[in-house]
Nanobody
Framework: QVQLAESGGGLVQAGGSLRLSCLVSGRTISDYAMGWFRQAPGKEREFVAI???????NYADFVKGRFTISRDNAKSTVYLQMNSLKPEDTAVYYC??????????????????WGQGTQVTVSS
């Protein structure tokens, strides 16, 4: 059974940084697309970033230049380095794995596996 466990969330001041981690158990991630979504209160879940198994990456426009996704396949872990955080980045951040290919990668409906989420709160 594949399980995803996020960590690294917390409270940070605007302009600060956090690094989220997502540990995958149950199988290796080397052939998985791994990504991050987030959901703020009262808003829909939205795409943040994805790391493809071939090495390429895609980002939402609102995080380009501030967030970096990376992965360590040997550790079955994907990371999200978040810099220059803004209050509007406050959300629960979810790790996702295994893009189904049945739609656009920015849709939350096209991933087989989800973590439970980790709260990120950015104070102004």
């Amino acid at each position: 059974q594949v399980q995803l466990a996020e960590s690294g969330g917390g409270l940070v001041q605007a302009g600060g940084s956090l690094r989220l981690s997502c540990l995958v158990s149950g199988r290796t991630i080397s052939d998985y697309a791994m990504g991050w979504f987030r959901q703020a209160p009262g808003k829909e879940r939205e795409f943040v970033a994805i790391s493809w198994s071939g090495g390429s990456k895609n980002y939402a426009d609102f995080v380009k230049g501030r967030f970096t996704i990376s992965r360590d396949n040997a550790k079955s872990t994907v990371y999200l380095q978040m810099n220059s955080l803004k209050p509007e980045d406050t959300a629960v951040y979810y790790c996702v794995a295994d893009f189904t290919g049945s739609g656009t990668y920015s849709s939350p409906r096209v991933y087989h596996y989800w973590g439970q989420g980790t709260q990120v709160t950015v104070s102004s």
